[in-house]
């Protein structure tokens, strides 16, 4: 047993590595982890006679992992990943006092909407367990779970490589400026918006936004790209032209727009998404199950 523990790296060593995977140089991948550069230098060299090979591309001019070093990395999570699931094992059997989960969310629609109601019920169930969100794109939440940096994200479906739970019909709406010809119906098609200048943004519904118009065969006019939905919503307000965002994302009563449905109806699906739900820990299996069980409202 000792043999093999002494060839084995260590837990201090595997710490760095992660460090080295997403920082920017050797010496700060080592203060993240509170190591001196002397001890930084010394860890990273045992790791590498321990591995057999070099994890670090020293010929880079930037921070690289080899490609040694990019294969080993997805195991190297799954050793903290491990970990994690026997701490949050050992709290389940205390009843599931303590815990913690890592969660995505792909924006607005998400984080203005959704997990708020459902995480202020599941702490008032689960008073222990911290629930850690993170706001990212769509893209980067598939990513963090394929990583194991998250357990859970609140993603758009489908999303056939993960295990996945609906929550929502998210609706897609027309955004006007109030006041403006189109606002006097309930209702307006996309050939409607079209006559108008486009107001988009770049958060997580402009893809599926542009897929709209481009299905229905309809080239809008896009006069601005914006990166924040409030942009857009000033924007619109201010007379720059008109939009269409997904109803959960958008703020009730935005002084100087109002929203309109669009004909016919266009909407998106909107879930819980891990790598495998039998494999999730405890504190991050419960919140799983309670959002199953939540009664989200639909837009």
């Known amino acids: 047993m000792t043999d093999i523990t002494q060839s084995m790296p260590t837990l201090r060593q595997l710490e760095l590595f992660l460090a080295l995977a997403t920082s920017e140089g050797i010496a700060v991948a080592g203060a993240r982890v509170g190591m001196t550069p002397s001890a930084t230098s010394h860890a990273l060299r045992a790791l590498e006679t321990v591995l057999g090979t070099p994890i670090v591309d020293r010929g880079s001019p930037h921070l690289a992992l080899t490609h040694a070093g990019e294969l080993i990395l997805p195991h190297v999570r799954d050793v903290f990943s491990s970990l994690h699931l026997i701490q949050t094992t050992a709290a389940a059997s205390a009843g599931l006092k303590t815990g913690k989960v890592r969660v995505g969310s792909f924006g607005p629609s998400s984080s203005l909407n959704l997990l708020p109601p459902l995480l202020e019920k599941f702490k008032a169930r689960h008073p222990g367990i911290e629930v850690h969100v993170t706001e990212k794109p769509d893209a980067e939440i598939e990513q963090d779970l394929q990583e194991r940096r998250i357990e859970i994200g609140v993603v758009t479906l489908p999303k056939l490589q993960f295990d996945t739970h609906p929550l929502a019909i998210d609706e ?128």
């Open 172 to 299: 897609f709406v027309a955004v006007l400026p109030t006041g403006h010809p189109l606002s006097k119906s309930p209702n307006v098609s996309l050939r409607d918006l079209a006559g108008y200048p486009l107001v988009l943004t770049h958060a997580g519904s402009q893809e599926l936004v542009s897929k709209l118009f481009s299905r229905s065969d309809i080239k809008p006019r896009v006069t601005h790209e914006l990166s924040q939905l409030l942009s857009l919503l000033e924007f619109v307000a201010r007379g720059q032209g008109v939009s269409v965002i997904a109803s959960l994302a958008a703020p009730a009563n935005f002084p100087g727009v109002v929203y309109r449905g669009l004909t016919p109806k266009a909407s998106r699906r909107i879930g819980l998404a891990c790598l495998q739900e039998r494999k999730l820990s405890p504190a991050a299996h419960a919140l799983w199950q309670y959002a199953k069980k939540m009664a989200v409202p639909k837009s």
